[in-house]
Nanobody
Framework: QVQLVESGGGLVQPDGSLRLSCAAS????????IGWFRQAPGKEREGVSC???????YYATAVKGRFTISRDNANNTLYLQMNSLKPEDTAVYYC?????????????WGKGTLVTVSS
């Protein structure tokens, strides 16, 4: 049974940092495309960053240079290091995995973790 569990969200001040984690079980992380999506209040879900099974990574323009995605295959865990956070980064962040590629309609989803950027 595939399961994705996010953690690491919380309240942070503008320009602060957070690291999100996504613990995967029921499949081998390194064999899948896996990434982060977010949904802000009143907005549609959007892609944040994704890494393919081959190791290629992608970032949304809004977070490029501030966020870094990484994958620990040995521990079946995905990370998102978020620096220089802005109020507009406030959202529920979801981890998602796909058997084929990074795409909006990924196969498996976690339940999300809330990130609030506010002073």
């Amino acid at each position: 049974q595939v399961q994705l569990v996010e953690s690491g969200g919380g309240l942070v001040q503008p320009d602060g940092s957070l690291r999100l984690s996504c613990a995967a079980s029921g499949f081998t992380l390194g064999d899948y495309a896996i990434g982060w999506f977010r949904q802000a209040p009143g907005k549609e879900r959007e892609g944040v960053s994704c890494i393919t099974a081959e190791g290629s990574s992608y970032y949304a323009t809004a977070v490029k240079g501030r966020f870094t995605i990484s994958r620990d295959n040995a521990n079946n865990t995905l990370y998102l290091q978020m620096n220089s956070l802005k109020p507009e980064d406030t959202a529920v962040y979801y981890c998602a995995a796909d058997r084929v590629r990074c795409r909006h309609g990924m196969d498996y989803w976690g339940k999300g973790t809330l990130v609030t950027v506010s002073s």
